[in-house]
């Protein structure tokens, strides 16, 4: 490797942790754990931390860039979050932005804010079911293989 290949990673590197929130992030399944069980989703709207991890498995495969067509809408990050009901991307018509944000937040590796309008989506619907990936895949299953060691 020639010296400036090795600055140019260097920088990179560097760029990488002085802009948090810019870079995308895969989370590795006990990282998801650990974050979820931190935030009180053990318990809420009667589901467990296994339920969300399943979501997520199945919404966007834990990376946090994830983008997915869907008809005239689109759905955004680790929770896969819609434009037409919680968030804003400029080109969905009629958007309701709930979540009052714009939808490329949710692309970051900051979920925070992701979290607070997944929680809202649960809240209002009292459950998991406006996840596709959850009620086809995760819902009224053993899902300890989702938590197993973390
Ligand atoms: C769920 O699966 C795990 C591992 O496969 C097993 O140990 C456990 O007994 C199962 N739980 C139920 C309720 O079936």
Known sequence: ??????FTGFLLVFLGLALPGTQAKVFSRCDLVKTL????FEGF?????AD???LVKHESSYNTKA???????RDYGIFQIN???WCEDG????SKNACHISCSK???DNIEDDIQCAKKIAREANGLTPWYGWRDNCKGKNLSSYVNGC
């Open 45 to 49: 709207v009667g589901k467990t931390v």
């Open 106 to 108: 949710f692309q970051d």
């Open 91 to 94: 080109k969905t018509s009629g």
């Open 52 to 54: 969300w991890v399943c």
């Open 37 to 40: 069980r931190g935030h009180g």
């Open 1 to 6: 490797m020639g010296k400036s290949v090795l």
């Open 67 to 73: 983008v997915n067509n869907n008809g005239p809408s």
């Open 83 to 85: 434009s037409k009901y």
